[in-house]
């Protein structure tokens, strides 16, 4: 079934924006909020000792691994939409990222605002894009060898949330000079860390009591069932 609403809300916004600017913004938009969703849940799941303990306690190298995966997402997401527009020799590699959106904007005062929030956004990216460019996108020798001459500039998880602020905020200005709203970015999804940990923690207690019950010499059909 055809989605009505959904129609009519792009409907209405092609008409506020012309539809080369909507179609740009919205995709955009769809990636921001991936990205908050990302990089939310990344900090329910390691921001805490408690639960960092936790994790370990249960299943430490595969966790491991999530971490690194989600990080590693994260830094090249945000990296790739502040990337420039246009890449190669004669521009024929066209990119989605927040330094086409200037280039759509008929509007010169929003245009020059856009233009500083996109600067701004850019210059707090950079540190990720060069960790992108040497060891997520590609493996760069140098830096695989410990021989690289100036070291990577570090990053913390407070500046990778600045850098999602930053390009969050260019979207923001646009939707508030043609809506006159802002959208709402930050929200985990329902069901996700805080129910992974109540199972794991109610899984790790289960295997405590099952631990002694073996002690004791007492056994139930359960304990022998292997995972799924």
Request: net charge negative.
């Amino acid at each position: 079934m055809p989605n009505r609403w959904a129609d009519r809300v792009h409907t209405e916004r092609v008409a506020a924006m012309g539809e080369a600017l909507e179609g740009v913004f919205s995709e955009l938009q769809a990636e921001v909020l991936d990205l908050h969703k990302r990089r939310d849940i990344f900090i329910e799941l390691f921001d805490k000792d408690t639960r960092v303990e936790l994790l370990n306690r249960s299943a430490s190298y595969v966790f491991g691994v999530v971490q690194d995966l989600l990080w590693d997402d994260i830094v090249l997401r945000i990296s790739r939409l502040t990337d420039p527009a246009e890449a190669g020799r004669s521009g024929q590699y066209r990119r989605l990222s927040v330094q086409r959106l200037p280039l759509l904007l008929s509007d010169n005062v929003l245009r020059a605002e856009v233009e500083q929030l996109v600067a701004i956004a850019v210059s707090a990216s950079n540190p990720l894009r060069e960790h992108r460019n040497a060891t997520i996108a590609h493996l760069d020798l140098d830096t695989s060898l410990g021989r690289r001459v100036t070291p990577l500039p570090p990053v913390t998880r407070g500046e990778l949330s600045k850098a999602l602020a930053r390009v969050t905020d260019i979207l923001q200005a646009i939707q508030m000079h043609y809506f006159a709203s802002t959208m709402a970015y930050d929200s985990v999804a329902p069901f996700g860390p805080d129910m992974l940990f109540r199972v794991l923690k109610d899984g790790l207690r289960h295997e405590v009591e099952r631990q002694e019950r073996w002690k004791r010499g007492e056994f139930k059909p359960e304990d022998s069932e292997q995972p799924p």
